[in-house]
Protein backbone atom coordinates (compact mmCIF):
# COMPACT_ATOMS: atom_id res chain seq x y z
CA UNK A 1 0.00 0.00 0.00
CA UNK A 2 1.33 3.33 -0.32
CA UNK A 3 2.12 5.94 2.11
CA UNK A 4 3.03 9.24 2.69
CA UNK A 5 4.62 10.91 5.78
CA UNK A 6 5.22 14.76 6.38
CA UNK A 7 6.32 14.55 9.54
CA UNK A 8 6.50 18.70 9.86
CA UNK A 9 3.10 19.62 10.91
CA UNK A 10 3.48 23.22 10.78
CA UNK A 11 7.25 25.46 10.30
CA UNK A 12 7.54 29.33 10.97
CA UNK A 13 10.02 31.12 9.16
CA UNK A 14 10.96 35.08 8.64
CA UNK A 15 11.03 36.22 5.34
CA UNK A 16 13.95 35.82 3.36
CA UNK A 17 15.20 32.28 5.13
CA UNK A 18 15.12 29.26 3.06
CA UNK A 19 13.06 26.40 4.17
CA UNK A 20 12.62 22.73 3.14
CA UNK A 21 9.25 20.79 3.58
CA UNK A 22 9.91 17.14 3.26
CA UNK A 23 8.28 14.23 2.10
CA UNK A 24 8.66 10.41 2.97
CA UNK A 25 6.97 7.97 0.91
CA UNK A 26 6.36 4.49 0.63
CA UNK A 27 5.53 2.10 -2.12
CA UNK A 28 6.30 -1.30 -3.52
CA UNK A 29 5.81 -0.28 -6.84
CA UNK A 30 9.01 0.51 -8.97
CA UNK A 31 6.40 3.21 -11.49
CA UNK A 32 5.37 6.04 -9.66
CA UNK A 33 4.70 9.68 -9.25
CA UNK A 34 5.12 12.47 -6.73
CA UNK A 35 3.64 15.65 -6.69
CA UNK A 36 3.69 18.75 -4.54
CA UNK A 37 0.85 20.79 -4.11
CA UNK A 38 0.62 24.05 -2.62
CA UNK A 39 -3.31 24.96 -0.96
CA UNK A 40 -3.50 28.52 -0.05
CA UNK A 41 -5.90 30.06 2.39
CA UNK A 42 -8.74 30.41 -0.46
CA UNK A 43 -8.67 26.61 -0.09
CA UNK A 44 -7.73 25.70 -4.12
CA UNK A 45 -5.03 23.06 -4.17
CA UNK A 46 -2.07 24.21 -6.99
CA UNK A 47 -0.49 22.09 -8.72
CA UNK A 48 3.44 22.77 -8.18
CA UNK A 49 5.12 19.52 -10.22
CA UNK A 50 4.93 16.18 -10.94
CA UNK A 51 7.86 13.63 -10.86
CA UNK A 52 8.19 9.98 -12.19
CA UNK A 53 10.20 7.71 -10.30
CA UNK A 54 12.30 6.97 -13.06
CA UNK A 55 13.54 10.91 -13.22
CA UNK A 56 16.02 11.75 -9.90
CA UNK A 57 17.07 14.37 -11.38
CA UNK A 58 16.51 17.41 -9.30
CA UNK A 59 14.77 20.59 -10.22
CA UNK A 60 14.54 24.17 -9.82
CA UNK A 61 11.94 26.51 -10.55
CA UNK A 62 12.56 30.28 -9.67
CA UNK A 63 12.80 30.35 -5.58
CA UNK A 64 11.35 26.62 -5.30
CA UNK A 65 13.56 23.48 -6.05
CA UNK A 66 12.92 19.73 -5.42
CA UNK A 67 15.63 16.93 -4.37
CA UNK A 68 14.24 13.33 -4.96
CA UNK A 69 16.31 10.27 -3.39
CA UNK A 70 14.43 7.25 -4.34
CA UNK A 71 17.08 5.45 -1.76
CA UNK A 72 15.92 7.22 1.36
CA UNK A 73 12.34 7.83 -0.36
CA UNK A 74 12.49 10.97 -0.38
CA UNK A 75 11.13 14.14 -1.99
CA UNK A 76 11.54 16.94 -0.59
CA UNK A 77 10.85 20.69 -1.25
CA UNK A 78 12.85 23.75 -0.78
CA UNK A 79 12.00 27.24 -1.08
CA UNK A 80 15.05 29.78 -1.10
CA UNK A 81 14.76 33.42 0.23
CA UNK A 82 10.81 32.77 1.52
CA UNK A 83 8.11 35.33 0.68
CA UNK A 84 4.76 36.26 2.96
CA UNK A 85 2.71 34.89 0.00
CA UNK A 86 4.03 31.72 0.52
CA UNK A 87 2.42 30.89 3.55
CA UNK A 88 0.47 28.02 2.84
CA UNK A 89 -0.06 24.66 3.75
CA UNK A 90 2.08 22.49 1.29
CA UNK A 91 1.35 18.39 0.70
CA UNK A 92 3.08 15.53 -1.35
CA UNK A 93 1.39 12.84 -2.91
CA UNK A 94 2.46 9.56 -4.15
CA UNK A 95 0.73 7.49 -7.46
CA UNK A 96 1.71 4.57 -7.92
CA UNK A 97 -1.00 2.20 -10.00
CA UNK A 98 -1.69 -0.09 -7.18
CA UNK A 99 -4.94 -2.11 -6.92
CA UNK A 100 -5.14 -0.95 -10.93
CA UNK A 101 -5.43 2.67 -9.91
CA UNK A 102 -3.61 6.02 -10.09
CA UNK A 103 -5.31 7.53 -7.03
CA UNK A 104 -2.79 9.49 -5.68
CA UNK A 105 -2.38 9.42 -1.79
CA UNK A 106 -1.64 12.49 -0.25
CA UNK A 107 0.19 13.52 2.95
CA UNK A 108 -1.42 15.29 6.21
CA UNK A 109 0.34 18.39 4.85
CA UNK A 110 2.94 20.85 5.89
CA UNK A 111 1.65 24.18 7.08
CA UNK A 112 4.22 26.98 6.48
CA UNK A 113 3.98 30.59 7.77
CA UNK A 114 6.08 33.38 6.69
CA UNK A 115 6.31 36.07 9.02
CA UNK A 116 7.31 39.60 7.25
CA UNK B 1 -8.10 27.85 -20.60
CA UNK B 2 -10.21 28.22 -17.54
CA UNK B 3 -9.89 26.28 -15.04
CA UNK B 4 -11.63 23.86 -12.73
CA UNK B 5 -14.82 25.55 -11.79
CA UNK B 6 -17.38 24.47 -8.53
CA UNK B 7 -20.08 25.22 -6.94
CA UNK B 8 -21.33 26.41 -5.10
CA UNK B 9 -18.63 27.98 -3.21
CA UNK B 10 -20.01 27.62 0.30
CA UNK B 11 -23.05 25.66 1.80
CA UNK B 12 -24.98 25.69 5.16
CA UNK B 13 -27.31 22.94 5.25
CA UNK B 14 -29.06 21.07 8.53
CA UNK B 15 -28.79 17.13 8.96
CA UNK B 16 -30.85 15.05 7.27
CA UNK B 17 -31.27 17.28 4.50
CA UNK B 18 -29.11 16.16 1.43
CA UNK B 19 -26.83 18.33 -0.87
CA UNK B 20 -25.57 18.48 -4.61
CA UNK B 21 -22.32 19.93 -5.63
CA UNK B 22 -21.28 20.82 -9.29
CA UNK B 23 -17.66 20.62 -11.02
CA UNK B 24 -16.62 21.81 -14.24
CA UNK B 25 -13.33 20.39 -15.57
CA UNK B 26 -11.01 21.57 -17.39
CA UNK B 27 -11.83 21.73 -21.03
CA UNK B 28 -10.42 18.19 -22.90
CA UNK B 29 -10.09 16.45 -19.24
CA UNK B 30 -12.34 13.19 -19.13
CA UNK B 31 -11.70 12.27 -15.81
CA UNK B 32 -12.97 13.85 -12.62
CA UNK B 33 -12.55 12.84 -8.98
CA UNK B 34 -13.78 14.02 -5.76
CA UNK B 35 -12.29 14.90 -2.55
CA UNK B 36 -13.43 15.55 1.18
CA UNK B 37 -10.78 17.17 3.25
CA UNK B 38 -11.59 17.93 7.11
CA UNK B 39 -8.76 19.10 9.75
CA UNK B 40 -9.19 15.42 11.13
CA UNK B 41 -8.75 13.11 8.28
CA UNK B 42 -6.86 15.51 5.61
CA UNK B 43 -7.58 14.47 2.07
CA UNK B 44 -9.67 11.68 1.49
CA UNK B 45 -10.62 10.40 -1.71
CA UNK B 46 -14.51 9.94 -2.81
CA UNK B 47 -14.80 8.64 -6.15
CA UNK B 48 -13.22 9.05 -9.61
CA UNK B 49 -15.58 9.20 -12.86
CA UNK B 50 -14.11 8.55 -16.56
CA UNK B 51 -16.43 9.02 -19.72
CA UNK B 52 -19.38 9.11 -17.33
CA UNK B 53 -18.42 5.50 -15.32
CA UNK B 54 -17.59 5.76 -11.74
CA UNK B 55 -13.77 4.29 -12.56
CA UNK B 56 -12.73 4.09 -8.53
CA UNK B 57 -14.37 4.86 -5.54
CA UNK B 58 -13.06 5.67 -1.67
CA UNK B 59 -13.99 4.09 1.22
CA UNK B 60 -17.24 6.68 1.71
CA UNK B 61 -20.61 5.34 3.01
CA UNK B 62 -23.38 4.78 0.22
CA UNK B 63 -25.12 8.58 0.86
CA UNK B 64 -22.18 9.88 -1.22
CA UNK B 65 -22.98 9.26 -4.41
CA UNK B 66 -21.96 10.92 -8.26
CA UNK B 67 -22.32 10.74 -11.72
CA UNK B 68 -20.95 12.93 -14.73
CA UNK B 69 -22.26 13.89 -18.03
CA UNK B 70 -21.30 13.61 -21.61
CA UNK B 71 -19.75 17.17 -21.31
CA UNK B 72 -17.46 14.99 -18.23
CA UNK B 73 -19.29 18.08 -16.03
CA UNK B 74 -19.66 16.37 -12.56
CA UNK B 75 -22.06 16.67 -9.83
CA UNK B 76 -22.17 14.63 -6.29
CA UNK B 77 -24.34 13.80 -3.88
CA UNK B 78 -24.35 13.77 -0.31
CA UNK B 79 -28.23 12.03 1.51
CA UNK B 80 -28.92 12.55 4.88
CA UNK B 81 -26.46 14.44 5.77
CA UNK B 82 -24.61 14.54 9.29
CA UNK B 83 -22.70 16.90 11.30
CA UNK B 84 -19.37 14.95 10.38
CA UNK B 85 -20.09 16.03 6.82
CA UNK B 86 -18.90 19.63 7.10
CA UNK B 87 -15.64 19.97 5.00
CA UNK B 88 -13.91 21.22 1.96
CA UNK B 89 -15.33 19.30 -1.37
CA UNK B 90 -12.56 19.33 -3.73
CA UNK B 91 -12.70 18.47 -7.13
CA UNK B 92 -10.19 17.61 -9.64
CA UNK B 93 -9.84 17.07 -13.15
CA UNK B 94 -6.84 15.21 -15.40
CA UNK B 95 -6.95 13.71 -18.81
CA UNK B 96 -7.44 10.55 -17.30
CA UNK B 97 -3.97 8.22 -18.60
CA UNK B 98 -2.76 6.70 -16.02
CA UNK B 99 -1.03 9.32 -13.59
CA UNK B 100 -1.65 12.21 -15.21
CA UNK B 101 -1.55 15.52 -12.87
CA UNK B 102 -5.03 16.48 -11.59
CA UNK B 103 -5.60 19.60 -11.11
CA UNK B 104 -7.80 20.98 -8.80
CA UNK B 105 -10.67 23.41 -8.39
CA UNK B 106 -11.63 25.77 -5.19
CA UNK B 107 -13.82 23.43 -3.35
CA UNK B 108 -16.82 23.85 -1.79
CA UNK B 109 -17.23 24.61 1.78
CA UNK B 110 -20.31 22.65 3.16
CA UNK B 111 -21.28 22.95 6.90
CA UNK B 112 -23.89 20.90 8.30
CA UNK B 113 -25.47 22.36 11.49
Known amino acids: AQKVTQAQTEISVVEKEDVTLDCVYE???????LFWYKQPPSGELVFLIR??????QNEISGRYSWNFQKSTSSFNFTITASQVVDSAVYFCALSDGSGGSYIPTFGRGTSLIVHP | KAGVTQTPRYLIKTRGQQVTLSCSPI?????VSWYQQTPGQGLQFLFE???????NKGNFPGRFSGRQFSNSRSEMNVSTLELGDSALYLC????????????FGPGTRLTVL
Open chain 1, 27 to 33: TRDTTYY
Open chain 2, 92 to 103: ASSLGHGADTQY
Open chain 2, 27 to 31: SGHRS
Open chain 1, 51 to 56: RNSFDE
Open chain 2, 49 to 55: YFSETQR
